[in-house]
């Protein structure tokens, strides 16, 4: 597609359910970001696949998070057990290897934990 | 101005006139910085970045200036649109980190007619 797709764009749960965020980067970018931004605040890096390489997984909060990138393309970002604390937005990105700092981004999953 | 982990400060400007939005960054080994902008909504959009061999670079109406002495990054926009209304975020590369970026928490900037 021409830019970074996310889905759902909207996703209200309740405390203790299980979601799934999905992320389809820009084609042929290698790299792939999961970030997770709170209400007026930056952008909170969580994790990082690059190839075949081990994702860097540094930022991830707590071990209800996780995620995987399938073939080198789609990314699912997985939220066991949610808390009220989990709401935000959750934005992926993807970039190239030619320009690996420049970070392409979507308009983001809102999470909404009731 | 920002500076990471301060709260979101704002600029407000009438159109027109042109905007500096400052950004102080922490790590000194940092050698790339970028500049994104976040319309309600959306995700951040890429704008302007420099490396750290350069002090300044210009855009299409913006220019970032880096003063690597005092870690200080700024954005000028010039004649500032109503559209131009966004938070701008700063962020660099996490000491020389060739993926990694640490975002700052932005400044939101309001354009008036």
């Known amino acids: 597609g021409a830019g970074v797709s996310q889905s759902p764009s909207n996703k209200v749960t309740e405390k203790g359910k299980d979601v799934e965020l999905r992320c389809d980067p820009i084609?042929?970018?290698?790299?792939l970001y999961w970030y997770r931004q709170s209400l007026g605040q930056g952008l909170e890096f969580l994790i990082y696949f690059q190839g075949n390489s081990a994702p860097d997984k540094s930022g991830l909060p707590s071990d209800r998070f996780s995620a995987e990138r399938t073939g080198g393309s789609v990314s699912t970002l997985t939220i066991q057990r949610t808390q009220q604390e989990d709401s935000a937005v959750y934005l992926c990105?993807?970039?190239?290897?030619?320009?690996?700092?420049?970070?392409?981004f979507g308009a983001g999953t809102r999470l909404s934990v009731l | 101005g920002e500076s990471v982990g301060l709260h979101l400060p704002t600029l407000s400007v009438q159109e027109g006139d042109n905007s500096i939005i400052n950004c102080a960054y922490s790590n000194s080994a940092s050698d790339y910085f970028i500049w994104y902008k976040q319309e309600s909504g959306k995700g951040p959009q890429f704008i302007i970045d420099i490396r750290s061999n350069m002090d300044k670079r210009q855009g299409q109406r913006v220019t970032v200036l880096l003063n690597k002495t005092v870690k200080h990054l700024s954005l000028q926009i010039a004649a500032t649109q109503p559209g131009d209304s966004a938070v701008y975020f700063c962020a660099e590369n996490s000491g020389g980190s060739n993926y990694k970026l640490t975002f700052g928490k932005g400044t939101l900037l309001t354009v008036n007619p």
């Open positions: 084609s042929g970018h290698t790299a």
């Open positions: 990105a993807s970039s190239s290897l030619a320009g690996a700092n420049i970070q392409y």
